[in-house]
């Protein structure tokens, strides 16, 4: 490739509803479990990757700012593209999100997703979806779920080189257009890393087997909830699934408190509106944000309930979005 190469993408993040929280290999980020997970809309990742046999270095900006804190991880993205496609040229990438970053609402996730899209087809590489996943996987694991629409299953693959561990679609959007309330109760980004948290729980929680055996179970649950659009058994299997993670977290040395005192808040509103009738359940990732899911004619009344509480900034309703995709023509 001797000429410059140019290729924009979008991703949605994802939220995962049977959670994925350890690895069984560091290097290669392969997952210690499957985990399901729903694509949102209205969230989003924009990233341009341009390739010129000119740049003497990767560069990467973020919302308008160079960022170097990440910047390795994104040349290690580049790097495993640029060997498929054997190609050495540093490239620019410009990335924009819609939301904040690295707070709990799965930047890393759209932002891998879109990323591995746009330089893959900058790069004139033919990949698909589930090359694409694997691509995504090594940067973040729940990337790989982003690059498919609606409900996701990622597999976590037994085989040594990750080569069977990637996502694919369940079910698209229209199957149970559910509805997401996002709670943003912080703006701040985390101060540890997920693969940081990951590692301290799988060295020192007491509870780390029985959580990883225990995703057995919700898996095939969550899989059955979702072909049947059977909302009650969804809604006890994604609770169960964080809290166990939560609780996992939380009996780390030390422990990983991702809450604050409206994340908490949150959750007992979520509950009183199911007492009252209403189909919805919380789950909540490693940050303190809520995300309420709910049938779509109650996301309003969901939002307000939420609003109203003491430390909620503000709300986000969103739908289930579509896969990566290309921006260009
Ligand atoms: C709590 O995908 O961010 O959101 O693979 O280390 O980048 P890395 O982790 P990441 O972890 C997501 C954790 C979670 C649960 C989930 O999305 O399944």
């Known amino acids: 490739m001797s000429l410059k190469r140019r290729a924009s993408a979008r991703a949605h993040p994802n939220i995962a509803l049977v959670k994925y929280w350890g690895k069984r290999n560091l290097e290669l980020n392969l997952p210690a479990t499957g985990s399901i997970s729903i694509t949102l809309d ?13 740049f003497k270095l990767d560069r990467f900006e973020l919302d308008g700012q160079p960022d170097p804190a990440r910047l390795p991880a994104v040349s290690a993205c580049l790097d495993r593209l640029r060997q498929l496609a054997r190609c050495s040229h540093r490239a620019r990438v410009v990335s924009h999100n819609n939301f904040p970053t690295a707070a709990g609402l799965a930047s890393s996730a759209s932002g891998y997703a879109a990323l591995v899209h746009a330089a893959a087809a900058a790069l004139g590489l033919a990949l698909s979806a589930a090359e694409l996943s694997i691509q995504a996987r090594q940067g973040s694991g729940s990337a790989a779920r982003s690059i498919f629409p609606g409900f996701v299953e990622m597999q976590a693959g037994q085989l040594d080189d990750g080569s069977d561990s990637f996502a694919s679609c369940l079910a698209p959007p229209d199957h149970w257009p559910l509805a997401v309330v996002v709670a943003i109760t912080s703006d701040q980004a985390k101060s540890q890393s997920s693969s940081q948290g990951m590692e301290l729980t799988r060295l020192s929680s007491p509870f780390y087997s029985s959580w990883l055996q225990d995703i057995e179970i919700d898996l095939p649950q969550a899989r059955r909830a979702i072909k049947d659009r059977d909302f009650e058994l969804l809604a006890s299997v994604s609770e169960h699934s964080c809290l166990k993670m939560h609780a996992v977290m939380l009996s780390s040395k030390p422990g990983l408190v991702y809450w604050n ?16 009738g209403l189909a919805v359940f919380f789950t909540i990732d490693a940050g303190p944000q809520v995300k309420a899911i709910c049938l779509p004619e109650d996301a309003e009344q969901v939002a307000l309930a939420l609003t109203a509480i003491d430390g909620v900034q503000r709300t986000v309703i969103t739908g289930l979005g579509g896969a990566a995709c290309s921006l260009d023509q």
Do not use: K, M, W, Y
């Open 261 to 276: 005192g409206a994340t908490v808040e949150c959750i007992h509103a979520i509950s009183s509106l199911r007492q009252r």
């Open 42 to 54: 209205t969230l989003q990742t924009e990233t341009t990757v341009e390739f010129d046999p000119q």
